[in-house]
């Protein structure tokens, strides 16, 4: 999965190494405790080398569990998760859903009905544990706040935050159709078409329902027309963009940068310059 995914060329990897690419198979599951595992590993090892881990990315839930950590949520069970998709299959995400809002009503809140991943997890939390998404995550919480107040930090890092974004936003929505335009040009579809091929994948999988992934393969099983997938693909780019706006917006000690901006660089210096000092 190299262009939906907009993963860096061959020739930067090689001017530019990067870590957890080409990690998994997109028929693996990867969640965002996996992540903050593998993160910290690789931060680890960076840092044994005396140079300074930096994060490149936009995947804030990912981002915020590394920071932060994550509750202690049970693992994830193959057994009651086939279970749950048998019973989408058979009533619908609906019904799921309709279920959830009993038993978390909070979760039901912030998780839509046509967000297969989300409701399953939460589901699948409450039938193994017993206990809802939202109690476990009150209880992380309350543990985070002791922590902090103990004097304990939860990565052993001085954080600084930037987000580079255009402040224009008729120039980001211009950006996103022009970016997913390039990855039809660069063999999009083909790449999907290989992804198909293979025979153990599906539009279930969460490798398959990211943005762009999903609206190629309804146009390969002929629920879209080409024009219908591209411009379904462009809409649910830019609504993940929006997404993560409202994220970024609410970390207060974020430093923003207007990707227009030509002096971004030594903006962004200065600021870390400013990080190094006060640590």
């Known amino acids: 999965m190299d262009i ?38 690789a931060m680890a090892e960076i840092t044994a080398r005396g140079k300074i881990p930096l994060l490149v990315g936009g995947t804030m839930l990912y981002y915020k569990a590394l920071l932060e950590g994550l509750a202690d949520m049970p693992a994830a069970d193959p057994q009651v998760r086939a279970q749950i998709e048998e019973e989408a299959a ?31 997890r939460a589901l699948e939390v409450y039938r193994v544990s017993g206990q809802s998404m939202t109690e476990l995550r009150l209880r ?40 997913f335009t390039n990855m039809l040009e660069q063999g999009f579809i083909d790449e999907v078409v290989a992804l198909r091929d293979r025979g153990d994948l599906h539009s279930g999988m969460p490798s398959i329902r990211a943005v762009g992934y999903r609206q190629v393969w309804d146009y390969l099983d002929g629920k879209l027309t080409q024009a219908e997938m591209q411009e379904r693909g462009i809409i649910a780019t830019r609504q993940l963009a929006k997404r993560q706006f409202t994220w970024l917006r609410s970390w207060a000690d974020l430093h923003w940068l207007d990707s227009l901006d030509c002096d971004n660089l030594p903006r962004a210096l200065k600021y870390l310059g400013t990080i190094s000092i006060l640590s």
């Open 4 to 41: 939906g995914t907009a993963k860096p060329s061959k020739e930067l990897l090689a001017e530019f190494p990067h870590r957890l690419i080409d990690i998994l198979d997109p028929a693996d599951s990867y969640s965002a405790a996996d992540f903050r595992r593998d993160a910290l590993q």
């Open 140 to 179: 992380q919480s309350a543990q985070s706040t002791e922590a902090a107040a103990s004097g304990l930090q939860q990565l052993p890092y001085t954080v600084a935050n930037l987000a580079i974004a255009p402040a224009n936003r008729q120039v980001l929505h211009e950006r996103i159709k022009q970016r």
């Open 90 to 120: 058979r009533l619908g995400w609906q019904a799921l859903h309709d279920q959830l809002a009993v038993i978390d009503p909070q979760s039901a809140a912030r998780i839509h009905p046509n967000d297969p991943q989300r409701l399953s």
